[in-house]
């Protein structure tokens, strides 16, 4: 029987984290009069954390006269430990060009030992 070393396993998933994400969501809040409501903006809840951005699919063209759409599905590779909401805002700076792609989280899968795995969408417009 092989017995995995996760510690060792988990080096060696995260040597291959080239990007940076940011992951940010609305938070609940109580005004003085008592009610709950949401931050008007995204509030980060981790910052510059190593990870992988992964292609799953190539993106959607959906262009018209009028605009062209932007729609794909990514995987993001993380620390486990993290915890990513669906409906999360994630920034993802790529590796060495210092570009900021920004998605939202899908339902997370639920995590590895050594890693997780995220459902990123980006939707906008080119």
Known sequence: MVVLNV???RKAIERMYTDRATISRYIEIQ???G???LTPDPIPVYTDQPCYLSQTGFAKNDQTEAQNDIQYEAKLFIAPELIIQQGD???VTRGSTGRIWVYT???PFPPYST???I???REGYA
């Open 7 to 9: 510690s060792q396993h």
């Open 31 to 33: 005004k003085p009069s």
């Open 35 to 37: 009610e709950t409501v």
């Open 89 to 91: 805002i994630v920034a």
């Open 105 to 107: 989280a899908g339902e």
């Open 115 to 117: 890693h997780q795995e």
């Open 119 to 121: 459902s990123l969408q």
